[in-house]
């Protein structure tokens, strides 16, 4: 009977102690052990013994979490300790997770959504020069573009016109006008009596005249003759070219293999 009583004082005083130390070491909240990590913050050694860590920029975490989460793409977090991640604004993107900051959308491209994970390509006929863009622009009248995802727009060719914005490509001329510059938004009409040549680029004669020398004064019959055959052996023959030379360099060598391809099959 003495033994047993012995042992339960002895018992009931080793409790005793550890229970002060557990309450010391916690605190005057005992039940501090069951509290939960607030938003933005994780626990780590576990309730018994671990504490409350913000987590890190590029993550964020809800309340008693034990870990924290990635941003997922889209979004950013560029603080320690949040709870949320914050979208892309328009014009920037961002495609991998965990980021702290978003990327502006390259020239060419463009985003108005918040949020984005990629940028798209501006549509034919738009431009955008510019990064961090929310919108293309419409190439303006007397250009095009026929590529998609472009930083500039391109000047209608002479012999071509464009009078709308946004278009991707020029027309061609119709019969009776032309366009002898780069850029035009309009053709011209042709004055009267004459037409457009082959490549729209300026007018000439609608009826071919034949080209003769006149005569010295005093001169025979036959002599006349022989002047009038030796000026249309000697006459230049029309040939288109001469109005390529009259263009931008850079164009007269398409147009020579065109005319000369155009020549070989007629």
């Known amino acids: 009977m003495a033994f047993n009583t012995f042992s339960f004082l002895f018992f009931s005083a ?19 052990q069951l509290a939960v990590c607030p938003a933005g913050q994780y626990r780590t050694g576990g309730f018994a013994s671990g504490s409350c860590e913000p987590c890190p920029a590029g993550q964020y975490s809800s309340s008693g979490a034990t870990s924290c989460s990635l941003c997922p793409s889209g979004t950013y ?11 892309c604004a328009a014009g920037t993107y961002q495609s991998w997770l965990g980021e702290t900051e978003c990327s502006y959308c390259p020239p060419g491209t463009y985003t108005f959504q918040r949020g984005s994970e990629s940028c798209e390509d501006c549509p034919s006929g738009y431009f955008q020069e510019l990064s961090g863009s929310s919108n293309c622009n419409k190439c303006p009248a007397g250009t095009q573009q026929p590529d998609e995802g472009s930083t500039m727009c391109l000047p209608c060719y002479p012999g071509r016109a464009q009078p709308l914005s946004g278009s991707s490509e020029c027309s061609l001329c119709l019969e009776g006008q032309y366009q002898s510059s780069f850029g035009g938004s309009s053709c011209d009409s042709c004055p009267a009596g004459t037409n ?23 001169a025979t019959p036959t002599e006349a003759s022989t002047t009038a055959a030796t000026a249309s052996t000697t006459a230049k023959p029309t040939d288109d070219r001469d109005d390529a030379m009259a263009m931008d360099p850079h164009i007269q060598v398409t147009l020579y293999r065109d005319l000369d391809l155009a020549k070989a099959t007629s």
């Open 14 to 32: 080793f409790f005793a102690t550890s229970n002060n130390a557990e309450a010391s070491r916690l605190g005057d909240n005992p039940g501090r």
């Open 77 to 87: 977090q560029n603080n320690e300790g949040s709870s949320s991640c914050i979208p």
């Open 196 to 218: 457009s040549n082959e490549w729209k680029t300026g007018c000439e004669s609608s009826t071919s005249i034949p080209t003769t020398a006149a005569a010295p004064t005093g």
